[in-house]
Structures are given as structure tokens and as C-alpha cells.
Nanobody, 115 residues
Framework: QVQVVESGGGLVQAGGSLRLSCAAS????????MGWYRQAPGKQRELVAH???????NYADSVKGRFTISRDNAKKTVYLQMNSLRPEDTAVYYC?????????WGQGTQVTVSS
């Protein structure tokens, strides 16, 4: 059974930092592509950052230079380091796993940035 569990969300002031973690089990983590998405109230879910099994990364334009995605295959965990947070980063952040042509989602973690 595949499980995807996010953690690390919370309330932070503008300009602050948070690190999200996503632990995945039931998959071969090292060959899985991982992504972070977010969904703000009234908006569609959007890709924030993505990392391949080979650790190639790409980012949404709105977070380039502020967010960093990374992975630790030994811990089966992917991270999203978020710096210089802005109120418009407020959203529920979801971890996404692509493994053997299927995708899996976590339950989401709330990030709220106050101005």
C-alpha cells in the first residue's frame, strides 16, 4: 500500500521560511519522480516544484530563487525549502509521487503567510 505523508506546514510571517517534508512508502522511492503542488482557496492546484529520480529540478516561475526542492533517497523523503515567503504563497501544499506510470497524493499541509 502506497502512503504519502506531508509535514512541516504552519503559520509564518512574510519574509520567513518553512521546510516541508514528504515521506513516501510502498514504492521504490529512488526511481520515483516527486513534486510539490499547492492550491489556494478558489484557485486551481498548481505545480510548485518537481524533482526527477535523477535529481533534475524545475520550478514555477513564481517561486524560482526562493524555493528549493531536494530528495533523500535513503530516508525516502522529499523536501521543499521555502524562503522569503509571501502572503500569496498561502495555500495547501500537496506532495505528488509518480511511480510506475501511476501517481499518488498526500493529504496536504497548510501553509499560511501573514503580511
Amino acid at each position: 500500500q502506497v502512503q504519502v505523508v506531508e509535514s512541516g506546514g504552519g503559520l509564518v510571517q512574510a519574509g520567513g521560511s518553512l521546510r516541508l517534508s514528504c515521506a513516501a512508502s510502498g514504492i521504490i522511492f529512488s526511481i520515483s519522480a516527486m513534486g510539490w503542488y499547492r492550491q489556494a482557496p478558489g484557485k486551481q492546484r498548481e505545480l510548485v516544484a518537481h524533482i526527477t529520480s535523477g535529481s533534475s529540478t524545475n520550478y514555477a516561475d513564481s517561486v524560482k530563487g526562493r524555493f528549493t526542492i531536494s530528495r533523500d533517497n535513503a530516508k525516502k523523503t522529499v523536501y521543499l525549502q521555502m524562503n522569503s515567503l509571501r502572503p500569496e504563497d498561502t495555500a495547501v501544499y500537496y506532495c505528488n509521487v509518480h511511480f510506475r506510470l501511476r501517481e499518488y497524493w498526500g493529504q496536504g499541509t497548510q501553509v499560511t503567510v501573514s503580511s
